[in-house]
């Protein structure tokens, strides 16, 4: 049954590939914009200082979503169209169809679900209905608001099917695999519409969270890989189907992206919880619009500045390390610690004026 499936989905691959091959530069943009960086360190600082609460909704349903995705991965053992076509017995005799491989195609992990696609369904998802009670309170029951929330709507699932005709595209999943992905980040985003407490959450309750994601995920590996199990039985396909190995960065491995996403998870908690963040975004100074602007700007600037650092790559462990380090670090800086600067820059010239 999953032979079958599989090979429908490798037909679709190969009928995009053969007549989109002019749309290859979108389609890489296109998976390129969908990772959860793009949420972190472009989406967050942005919603983060315009409306709190859905920049810290943000960063809850990536994180708890992409975790959510990894754990689904490890149990469904999903396959990737790249490597299947060359195992699979399912062709037998006949000769093996031919699939592109693309700079962003040779991904390490298990197949199902696709992570761009649950990670792009949920972000987008806490996006538009942030926007839709804005429309709701104006014109609630105007043609315009009805035309607005329909355009929103329009441009969530517009997103939604580039994303999933990219990562088929490009045969780093299944069709099948990108429609689960979708509808799981969906449903991750949905359920955080319920989860209040993630808004006013101590630096306890983040460092638990933190501490608890972490212990599950490597609990469950080292459990399952005593009973025999591998859980990284994907890293060795990659290395051997990947046409370069160049295009296999540990970036992708199943335990970097976790390590990163608890990294932010921790740095927003601490940047939350600080005495500078009370101090600038609590304050009178932090309800103007002037200040949130330039808060913006600062952590864009800043973020982009710690996203172009490279971290050495020799020593996986310590990679993990860093990379939490990194997140923690670059998130704190962009809640606490330049609203922070900022506030006291805005205060010291006001004084100066009286």
């Known amino acids: ?158 997103v939604q099917v580039c994303v999933c005709l990219s990562r088929v595209f490009l045969a780093a999943h299944f069709p099948h695999q990108v429609i689960a992905g979708v509808i799981s980040g969906m449903v991750v985003a949905e359920a955080f519409d319920h989860i209040y407490s993630i808004y006013n959450a101590s630096l306890r309750r983040y460092l638990g969270t933190t501490l608890f994601l972490f212990s599950f995920a490597l609990g469950f590996y080292l459990l399952l890989k005593a009973l025999g199990v591998d859980l990284l039985w994907t890293l060795e396909k990659a290395e051997r189907w990947c046409d370069r190995p160049e295009w296999i960065h540990i970036e992708t491995t199943p335990f970097a992206g976790l390590l990163r996403n608890l990294g932010i998870l921790f740095g927003l908690g601490l940047a939350l919880n600080s005495p500078m963040y009370r101090e600038s975004c609590k304050g009178k100074v932090g309800q103007q619009l002037p200040f949130r602007l330039s808060c913006i700007a600062a952590s864009l600037l800043v973020l982009h500045l710690f996203d172009s650092f490279d971290l050495p790559t020799d020593r996986e462990l310590l990679f993990y390390v860093l990379s939490f380090c990194k997140s923690a670090a670059a998130h704190l800086c962009a809640v606490a610690l330049i609203p922070y600067c900022l506030a006291q820059v805005l205060r010291r010239g006001h004084e100066k004026i009286l």
């Open 1 to 158: 049954m999953m032979d079958l499936l599989h090979s429908a989905g490798v037909q679709v691959v190969q009928y995009l590939q053969e007549n989109y091959q002019g749309s290859q530069d979108w389609f890489l943009f296109i998976s390129f914009a969908a990772d959860l960086k793009t949420t972190f360190f472009i989406f967050f600082p942005i919603w983060f200082h315009l409306c709190e609460a859905v920049g810290v909704k943000l960063i809850w349903v990536a994180v708890i979503g992409d975790w959510l995705n990894l754990v689904f991965k490890w149990i469904l053992f999903g396959q990737r169209p790249y490597w299947w076509v060359h195992e699979t017995g399912y062709y037998g005799n006949a000769s093996t169809p031919v699939i592109q491989q693309f700079p962003l195609t040779c991904e390490t992990g298990p197949g199902s679900p696709s992570g761009h696609a649950m990670g792009s369904a949920g972000v987008y998802y806490v996006m538009v209905t942030a926007l839709l009670p804005c429309i709701q309170g104006t014109q609630h029951r105007s043609c315009a608001a009805r035309c607005c929330r329909g355009l929103l709507w329009l441009v969530f699932w517009a």
